[in-house]
């Protein structure tokens, strides 16, 4: 089952990228590139929602639709 919520990256000065999410709390994943701090953010996220549905015996966020937007970055 696939979940879609929303991610704030930023980077750091020291020149890691962080990754934080308001539509799961506690997510927060930090590597050295965007996309290391993607796949980290990904299985913290599975991990997170695992255990919150566990505790509340049902899903708490909606599956991804048929259909969806996807912000694509593409460097020049």
Known sequence: MERMINLHI???PEGFYL???DDLPGLVAQGRTIQ?????ARDVGKKLLEAREERAGAPILPVIADKFDY???ISG
């Not at 290391?36 to 980290?40: G, H, M, N, P």
């Open 10 to 12: 930023e980077k750091l």
């Open 36 to 40: 290391e701090t993607l796949e980290i």
């Open 71 to 73: 912000p694509l970055v």
């Open 19 to 21: 990754a934080t999410s």
